[in-house]
C-alpha cells in the first residue's frame, strides 16, 4: 500500500491498551479506518469488542496509545486529547452512534419526528416546517409510514425502534457512524430486513462505519474488512472474504466452524 | 428593629450574597450556587428573591413587593412588612417611586427605569430541568450551550397543539449564550425583559442558586423561524380602568358563571383610575 493512500485514513489507532483490574480490555491494539469502508470488529463476549468501539469513539480512554480522526478538511484530530465541546460536537455531527438497544439512543417520550430532527435542532436548524419534512424524508428512508411522524416510539416495534435509531443517527449526514450490535435482540427475518437496509443506506451515502458484532455473517454481509478479536489482542485482520474463507489463527478457525448452517 | 441586623440577614451573609450576585451580573443568565439560608418565611414564598433583596437594599431605598401584580396579596404584603420592620425602609406600591421592586410572577406594565432593581422570585431556576433530570448533564449542557433539547420541547408542542402551548416560565436566551429560566412569569411579560433599562436579579431559595441580566441585555423567546414567539392575553378590557393593553386576570365574581377580567398589575389599575378611565363594570 502506498504511502498516500495511507494518508487517506478516516480514523486510525495505535497501540492502543486498557486494563480494568487484571482483565485486560485492549492489548496493543491497532486499527484503521478508510473513508466508506465498513470495518466489522467480531469475536466472542468479554473479547473486548465494545471497548474498542468505545475507546475509537472517544466514549472512553484507553491507559495508552492514540485514536486520529480525520474531519472533513482534511485535518487529523487526536480523539482523545479534543476538547469535551470539539468531542461533542463530533459526535453530534460528523460521526452517530447506533446502539443495541434502541431505547439508550431513543426519547421515549418524543415522537418519531422530534427524535429524527433532534441532530438537527442541535445543529442550529430553527424552521419548524423543514425540520419536520426532513423527518418524514428520513423516515421514508427507513421503511417506516409517514404516517408514523407522530406517534410515540413506544408503539413501534423492535425493528421500528432500530431503524428510527438509524434514521436519527443519520439525519445529519455523518461520514462515520459506529454501531454495538445493530441486529442484536432482533428476530431473524427482521435481522435480514434491517441488514438489507443498513448496507444500502452505507453504500449509497458513503459512510465509513465500525460495526460490533459477535455474527459472522452480519460481518461477512455488510463489511469489507473483519478484525478478529479474543482476550483484547487483534489476532486476524485482513478482507472479509478471506477472513472467513481461509482463516489462519486457530481461534478464528473455530468462530468460522462453530457457525450453524441450516 | 431591635435584635436584627439591618434587613435581617447578618453582614456576612450578605456580602456573600453580594459576591454572587457580582458574578451573576459579570455572567448574565448563568446560575451562580450560594449559600441559600433559612429565612422565616416556607419554600415557595420568596426565600430567594428576600435574600437577594436583604442584600441589594440601603437605608434610602424604597421597597415595592408585587405578588401576581398585585400589591396586596398575603406573600406581598407580608415581605412589605418583613423588610419595613427588619430594615426601616420607605415602602411604596407605586412603580415609579421604588427602587427596589421584589416580584413574584410579573413584571410591573410600567417601564421600569435605570436606577431602578428588580428582584424575581424563582422556584426552579433550570429550564431543562423538565427534559433532563441529571443536574449534573444540565451544567454541562449549560457549559456547551447545547440547547437542541429545548427546541424539541417546542417541536413537539407544535406537532401536538399546533403551537407552543408553554404559557408561563416561557425559556428565553440572555445574550445569545445562555439559557434561562424568567421564573413563572406570563409569556407575556417575556418581551419587556429583553433590553431591559433597569437591573434584573433573580434567586432560587430552595435550590440555592442565583442568576441575572445586566441593564440592555438582549432576551430573546425561543421559537421557530416559521412559528415566531407570540404573547397571548385575554381578549377582553379590564372592567375596572377599562385598559386593553395590560396583562388580565380572570376572576369568578359568583357561581352562575360571572366573570371579571381585571389589570393583574394592581398598581397600574388604580393609577389608571386616578387618571378618569373607568371600565364596564365600574361605569354601571
Redesign the interface.
Known amino acids: 500500500m502506498t504511502q498516500s493512500a495511507h494518508d487517506e485514513t478516516l480514523l486510525s489507532a495505535r497501540g492502543l491498551n486498557l486494563r480494568f483490574g487484571n482483565v485486560i480490555a485492549l492489548d496493543n491494539v491497532d486499527a484503521e479506518l478508510w473513508p466508506g469502508e465498513v470495518l466489522a470488529i467480531v469475536g466472542e463476549s468479554g473479547s473486548g469488542k465494545t471497548t474498542l468501539l468505545n475507546v475509537l469513539s472517544g466514549r472512553m480512554a484507553p491507559q495508552s496509545g492514540v485514536v486520529w480522526y480525520r474531519d472533513a478538511q482534511g485535518h487529523l484530530a487526536d480523539v482523545h486529547a479534543m476538547s469535551?465541546?470539539a468531542l461533542?460536537a463530533l459526535h453530534?455531527s460528523d460521526w452517530g452512534f447506533v446502539h443495541q438497544n434502541p431505547r439508550d439512543n431513543l426519547?421515549m417520550g418524543?415522537?418519531a419526528?422530534?427524535n429524527v430532527?433532534?441532530?438537527l435542532?442541535?445543529?442550529g436548524s430553527?424552521?419548524?416546517?423543514n425540520?419536520?419534512q426532513e423527518a418524514i424524508d428520513w423516515l421514508a428512508q427507513v421503511e417506516i409510514d409517514a404516517s408514523r411522524v407522530?406517534h410515540l416510539p413506544r408503539t413501534f416495534s423492535g425493528g421500528m425502534l432500530q431503524r428510527l435509531q438509524i434514521a436519527r443517527t443519520l439525519v445529519t449526514h455523518p461520514r462515520l457512524v459506529f454501531m454495538d450490535e445493530p441486529t442484536g435482540g432482533l428476530d431473524v427475518s427482521v435481522q435480514a430486513r434491517l441488514l438489507d437496509l443498513i448496507r444500502t443506506l452505507v453504500r449509497r451515502l458513503g459512510i465509513a462505519c465500525v460495526l460490533v458484532t459477535h455474527d459472522l455473517a452480519v460481518a461477512r454481509l455488510l463489511a469489507q474488512r473483519v478484525m478478529v478479536m479474543q482476550a483484547g489482542r487483534v489476532v486476524e485482520a485482513g478482507l472479509t472474504d478471506q477472513v472467513l474463507d481461509d482463516p489462519q489463527h486457530p481461534y478464528t478457525q473455530l468462530l468460522v466452524s462453530s457457525v450453524l448452517s441450516a | 428593629m431591635n435584635g436584627y441586623n439591618f434587613a435581617y440577614l447578618d453582614e456576612q451573609t450578605k456580602r456573600m450574597i453580594r459576591r454572587a450576585l457580582l458574578k451573576a451580573v459579570a455572567i448574565p443568565g448563568h446560575q451562580i450556587p450560594f449559600g441559600s439560608r433559612e429565612m422565616p418565611l416556607p419554600y415557595g414564598w420568596g426565600t430567594g428573591g428576600i435574600q437577594v433583596t436583604a442584600a441589594v437594599l440601603g437605608p434610602d431605598d424604597t421597597l415595592k413587593v408585587i405578588d401576581q401584580g398585585a400589591d396586596d396579596t398575603t406573600n406581598a404584603v407580608s415581605i412589605r412588612r418583613f423588610f419595613a420592620r427588619t430594615a426601616g425602609v420607605a415602602t411604596t406600591t407605586h412603580t415609579a417611586e421604588a427602587s427596589v421592586i421584589q416580584t413574584r410572577h410579573r413584571i410591573p406594565e410600567q417601564a421600569l427605569r435605570e436606577d431602578q432593581i428588580i428582584v424575581y422570585q424563582v422556584p426552579q431556576p433550570e429550564p431543562l430541568s423538565k427534559l433532563e433530570p441529571s443536574r449534573a448533564e444540565t451544567r454541562r449542557m449549560h457549559g456547551l450551550a447545547e440547547y437542541g433539547l429545548m427546541h424539541v420541547k417546542l417541536y413537539e408542542d407544535i406537532t401536538r397543539y399546533g403551537h407552543v402551548s408553554i404559557s408561563y416560565d416561557y425559556p428565553v436566551m440572555v445574550g445569545g449564550r445562555y439559557l434561562m429560566s424568567p421564573s413563572p412569569l406570563p409569556a407575556f411579560d417575556n418581551p419587556k425583559m429583553d433590553m431591559m433599562p433597569a437591573l434584573q436579579l433573580f434567586g432560587a431559595g430552595r435550590e440555592k442558586r442565583l442568576y441575572a441580566i445586566p441593564p440592555y441585555t438582549r432576551v430573546t423567546s425561543l421559537d421557530f423561524d416559521d412559528h415566531p414567539f407570540r404573547t397571548t392575553r385575554a381578549p377582553h378590557a379590564c372592567g375596572l380602568c377599562g385598559a386593553r393593553e395590560s396583562y388580565l386576570d380572570e376572576v369568578v365574581t359568583d357561581d352562575r358563571g360571572g366573570r371579571l377580567f381585571v389589570c393583574s398589575d394592581t398598581d397600574y389599575c388604580e393609577t389608571r383610575r386616578a387618571e378618569g378611565h373607568v371600565g364596564t363594570e365600574l361605569a354601571v
Open positions: 469535551a465541546p461533542r453530534r426519547r418524543v415522537t419526528g422530534g430532527g433532534e441532530r435542532m442541535a445543529q430553527r424552521h419548524y416546517g425540520i419536520r407522530d
